[in-house]
């Protein structure tokens, strides 16, 4: 079975700096999508940023960009110039791919601060 | 935009109640779920639906069923609540294309306490 560990329970970052959250998953399967969710406090999760394993490329979004390291199965999330707005419980998913089901498979998230 | 609506954001019942969560998607989707949400346990998938009137147990459904009588409407039942299902419930859907994403869109959640 697939699991996803997010190390670091709570993190803190400064205003205008950069943090990096930390995630690692476990699978025997070749193929998956990784996703990163943000839950603000009493708002709705939203997707951050998604990845497809077979992709090689680093997917980034704005000032969020992951550095997906297949062979490790290390999918960090860094968020640059750290945003007020960025505080939040940030979740760490996983995905089998194919199939029309999508269950996804949660880390147990990383509670950001950000200092102002 | 996709639109995920939860019947009651802040809930309380008294331990042997039965208990009805409501959540609502207007997008169109195949699937849908249910989770729990704890501190330090992350979310945990409880029921979830890829068709109408089907079902399907997720990790943790004991003490829980579900009911899909329209494809925009999934409901949790708690048949005799107790103390230890107080929780964030969280609904989410997402679309049952084969090879998308699959991007599950969440609901605001309700948070349940059970006295």
Known sequence: AQTVTQSQPEMSVQEAETVTLSCTYDTSESDYYLFWYKQPPSRQMILVIRQEAYKQQNATENRFSVNFQKAAKSFSLKISDSQLGDAAMYFCAYRTYGGSQGNLIFGKGTKLSVKP | ?115
Not at chain 2, 43 to 52: E, G, K, M, N
Not at chain 2, 89 to 102: D, E, I, K, R, W
């Open chain 2, 1 to 115: 935009d996709v639109k995920v609506t939860q019947s009651s954001r802040y809930l309380v019942k008294r331990t042997g109640e039965k208990v009805f969560l409501e959540c609502v998607q207007d997008m169109d989707h195949e699937n849908m779920f249910w989770y729990r949400q704890d501190p330090g346990l992350g979310l945990r998938l409880i029921y979830f639906s890829y068709d109408v009137k089907m079902k399907e147990k997720g990790d943790i459904p004991e003490g829980y069923s579900v009911s899909r009588e329209k494809k925009e409407r999934f409901s949790l039942i708690l048949e005799s609540a107790s103390t230890n299902q107080t929780s964030m419930y969280l609904c989410a859907s997402s679309p049952g294309t084969v090879s998308s994403y699959n991007e599950q869109f969440f609901g605001p959640g309700t948070r349940l306490t059970v006295l």
